[in-house]
């Protein structure tokens, strides 16, 4: 345990109301789009109408004579700009091309052909719509498991293959788990694509100044420092001379974590014309171009001895990649975090990563880990069914117990701390599952279609290295710089609270300053769940040098040893003479003047950290659904959520992210759903065939907690922003299969649409896809 940090008990654990939010409620936050500089030109883009085809030629000329048009560019024209970088999954790895503007072919309907600038954002537009492309359509994949047939149309034609990479993840002898077993559950289970449509569309501003030769791009990214690495990269530019500055950012769910092509190209056309240039963005952008999600298609093998033990598993995931290679990495979560909270001896997985002729996927809440969740939670349903036994004492049988940690999963992964059963107990007992089960028996010999779902969860939290920098100004007031970047979570908040335990003063005392590149010489930013173990432990370490540094100082005024010290209520007192004390705006003052010889002036420190491994946060949800035996609908009566996330910094924020993300996970597990026609159309381009859920779609959700402190960072904190999302899909489903399993449904696909659900209510014993 690396806890060696004083953290004062008044502002951990404990809720302040968000400093944030009464600007962002009342309308006065800043977004991207918010932001005028003189001379400001409008950035718009001509996106490819065909999943695939040949570009044979491009007509520009119409455009370039529209009014207020400034530059229309293709291509041949920004030779100049590097393609995308590309992180390889395995050394193998298949990798398309990744240019900036479509050059010779276009791969998804969306991509960007070419980019038109003017005085207006409406002169933009119309010169856009006079460009004309000359296409020859090529055959176009769709499906993923279709892209895998030899016959299949190549989404790239130049890679000769649709296979991204094929990797392995194995552990433990499972052909002797599965020689041993007494039931195999054998089950396809598919994943549908899902979209990340944060409030806020992707939108940049970028302004290249003339006399210093520097660029400044404002977009509301999730990670500001790689986005400028990936910027230095592109436009060959010293990371010295580019600032990324992300405002309020309207929600990023995971689909604003890296650039797409009209950031990169916003920032290369200030640069090319001296001007500033703004990409407006919008929500069919945004549908067309921004990363989707979780498109996989699993095949599972689950054996089991009778008791229930769950003694191998086999995954085959074939991941719709789309066309690109942006996705590889948060597919991999997957496989990583198939066996959940469960002891499992042998795991053989292999994950498929196949390009397809759709808009790419990548993270997006959740990233990997619902999939997983999916996986796991239904075998252990399926298993239950299969050998007779109660989905409760099932999950029982098979738990990590509280003792076992540090616990090394088959899958390679290492979890650091936890109560599986815990967590379930106490989801139980707020669901009251016993009396739910007793109503359910009632109600289903009414007639009823009513099924209780119960899922476990597991989520890896804090990967990699943060940064933090705190100072404390003479006046004795705290700013605290972070690398992480908040998208409405509540991080001045929070690390408000963070550094005021660990300064022992009061969080208001502390304007936490993020979003901006120029603040620290590197961070990384807010994704995967990371920002509180990693952004948060860094800021409480830069703190806690502050409150030694201070120590020294009123040692040196006081004129006793500093073991003599203690550090109470922004106070430093002399141990044994509490009338002999400094204050902490007392000692603030002293270090920028009158300090004692030989203590260097200045009240600064920067940490940077990484935890020891990752911190591994968990849950229980159970849900109760109703099935309208005529109409198919689905009404969710009661949901539990019960999170573990170590120890918790303000309450009240997690539970807002545990039900944020329960939204987002309702959403996928009844609604959403990204739909292309077998040409790769795409049909669900705006929010009137998109379905999202709505505040009133929600049910009454009841929340609980377990504290499980992890031993990887000096908080214990774990991270919790993806929870939800992870949770809730497989307890909707587990619910509804219940719900229906009596007329002989033992699976069904997401999103449980009524047309879905009434179909099964036709033809029950058949799989209804
Ligand atoms: N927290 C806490 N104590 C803990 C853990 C978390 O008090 N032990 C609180 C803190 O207020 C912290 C918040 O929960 O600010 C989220 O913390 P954490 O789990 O560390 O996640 P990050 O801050 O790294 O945020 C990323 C995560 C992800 S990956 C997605 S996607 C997501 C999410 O957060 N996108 C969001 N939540 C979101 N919430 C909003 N409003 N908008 C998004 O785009």
Partial sequence: MTNTLHLAASEIGHSRRPVEYERLLRGLGRYTTDLRRPGMLY??????????????????????????????????????????????VTPEMAVP??????????HHVGEVVVAVVAATPEQARDAASRVTIDYEPLPAV?????????????????????????????????AAAFAAADTIVRLRQPSSRIAGVPMEPRAALAEWDISTRSLTVWAGVQAPYRARATLAAMLDLPE????????????????????????VLAAALTRRLGRPVCWPGGRADDLQMTQQAREQVQDLEAAFRSDGTLLGLKLTVICNLGAGARGAGAAGRTTQCLTGCYQIGAVATEMIGVYTNTVPTGAYRGAGRPEAALAIERVMDEGAAALGLDPVAIRRRNFVPPDAFPYRAPTGIVLDSGDYERGLAECLRLFDYDATRREQAVRRRRGELVGIGLATYLELTSGGWESGAVRVLASGRVEAMTGSTEQGQGHATTWAQIVGAALGVPSDWVTVRQGDTALLANGVGSFGSRSTVVGGSALALAADD???????????????????????????????????????????????????????????????????????????????VRIDRDTGHLTIERFVAVDDCGRVVNPDLVDGQVIGGIAQGLGQALWEQVRFDVDGQLLTGSLMDYALPRAASLPPLRLGRVITPSPTNPLGAKGVGEAGTIGAPPAVVNAAVDALRPLGVRHLTMPLTPERLWRALQTPASVAE
């Fill in 546 to 624: 502050i409150r030694r540094k201070m120590l020294q100082l009123a040692a040196g005024r006081l004129e006793v040893a500093i073991t003599d010290l203690d550090w109470a209520d922004s106070e430093a007192v002399v141990r044994g003479a509490p009338g002999r004390r400094l204050g902490f705006r007392e000692i603030a003052a002293l270090a920028y003047g009158g300090h004692a010889a030989g203590i260097e002036p200045g009240l600064e420190a920067t940490r940077y950290f990484s935890a020891s491994g990752e911190a591994y946060s968990s849950g229980a949800y159970a849900c109760l």
């Fill in 142 to 174: 769709v499906d993923a498991e279709a892209a895998l047939r030899p016959s299949a149309p190549l989404a790239f034609p130049e890679l000769a293959t649709n296979v991204a990479y094929r990797q392995a993840r194995t552990g433990g002898d499972v």
């Fill in 240 to 263: 010295t001379d580019i600032r990324v500055v992300a405002l309020d950012v309207g929600g990023g769910f995971g689909v604003k974590g890296g650039l797409y092509a009209e950031e």
């Fill in 97 to 106: 091309p990744a240019p900036v503007l479509a050059a010779g072919s276009v």
């Fill in 43 to 88: 950035l718009d883009l001509v996106r490819a109408t065909h999943a695939h085809a040949r570009i044979r030629g491009i007509r520009t000329a119409d455009a370039a004579a529209s009014p207020g048009v400034v530059a229309v560019l293709t291509a041949a024209d920004l030779s100049d700009i590097r393609p995308f970088p590309t992180a390889r």
